[in-house]
């Protein structure tokens, strides 16, 4: 019994000594991989951990008063809580037309434990137009960074918008007006003007295939199709979804939110996976269109 046990240990211990190089190359590579991305945040990505209501980072949250700012309409801001990692790419989210801040706010806990800050605010008046909302949201990126009380965890040179409906028209106006932005994600959106080729941000156009507000054929589908061909860009229609299906939680629009915006803003390739190959359709996805390979 005794030279079984003994026989069993030593096979143990073989094991570990065999797996002992594999272990130390894999964490290798990963600590490779973070020095050669900067701004690489969170563990490796699966498709459980971009599908799950909260990824690894804990998150604060503070709120800015509209009573303290005169261009946009004050809001909140989740971060993550932890400040080991350094400064983190921030997106400024907008709601949409009639709508308050409260409509986009299961985005801010959501992307920031993924590893961004995010600021979801509300407008100057619920009725205001999309370039207004453009406007609005570049000032609150610029407060975000210059004035709010967690800049310093803020890389100012990595920052994306995002918003609904004319929140999403106010996004592609952002990006227009702002070349520097690293990523935008139009959420069926809805502007007058229908063609965007000045735009020179990654984009992603999410629009719903019951969207009567804001039809895909006559905006997101336009949208998408007059960005430069030059340009990484994609476009994503939800399947069985409204105009409002974005002022819910939704998987999939997590999903693919938090891949551009850890692709684009993050210029973490360990997302490539999830946007290219291009997705299929499925129950939650009724078309994608996109441009491959992603640009480095």
């Known amino acids: 019994m005794k030279r079984h046990t003994a026989a ?20 290798a590579t990963t600590a490779a991989a973070a020095a050669d991305n900067p701004y690489q945040r969170g563990p490796a990505p699966t498709v459980a951990s971009i599908e799950a209501a909260r990824g690894s980072y804990a998150v604060s949250q503070t709120s800015v008063s509209s009573l303290a700012v005169t261009t946009f309409g004050g809001g909140t801001i989740y971060y993550p809580t932890s400040t080991s990692d350094g400064t983190f790419g921030a997106v400024v989210i907008s709601p949409g037309f009639t709508a308050y801040e409260s409509s986009i706010a299961w985005l801010g806990p959501r992307l920031a434990s993924q590893g961004f800050v995010v600021f979801t ?9 999309p370039d207004s909302r453009g406007r609005q949201l570049l000032a609150a990126l610029d407060y975000l960074t210059q004035r709010s009380t967690v800049r ?15 929140g999403g028209g106010g996004t592609l106006e952002a990006a227009k007006s702002r070349p520097s932005l690293k990523a935008a994600i139009p959420l069926t959106g809805w502007n007058t003007d229908k063609t965007w080729p000045e735009i020179t941000t990654p984009t992603l156009i ?15 589908e336009p949208f998408y199709e ?23 939680s939704d998987t999939t629009i997590a999903k ?41």
């Open 206 to 220: 999410v629009g719903a295939d019951g969207d009567t507000v804001a039809p895909v054929a006559t905006h997101s």
């Open 226 to 248: 007059s960005l430069p061909a030059s340009l990484d860009k994609a476009y994503l229609e939800l399947n069985g979804a409204t105009h409002f299906t974005p002022n819910s």
């Open 152 to 166: 310093a965890r803020v890389d100012a040179s990595r920052l994306g918008v995002m918003g609904h409906s004319m």
């Open 256 to 296: 693919y939110s938090v891949s551009w915006l850890k692709r684009f803003i993050d210029d973490d390739t360990r997302y490539d996976q999830f946007l290219c190959p291009l997705p299929r359709p499925s129950l939650t996805i009724e078309e994608y269109r996109g441009t491959c390979p992603l640009g480095s």
């Open 121 to 129: 605010i509300d407008t100057l008046t619920t009725l205001d137009q």
């Open 8 to 27: 069993a240990a030593a096979a143990l211990s073989c094991l570990a000594f065999l797996a002992a190089p594999a272990a130390t190359a894999t964490a």
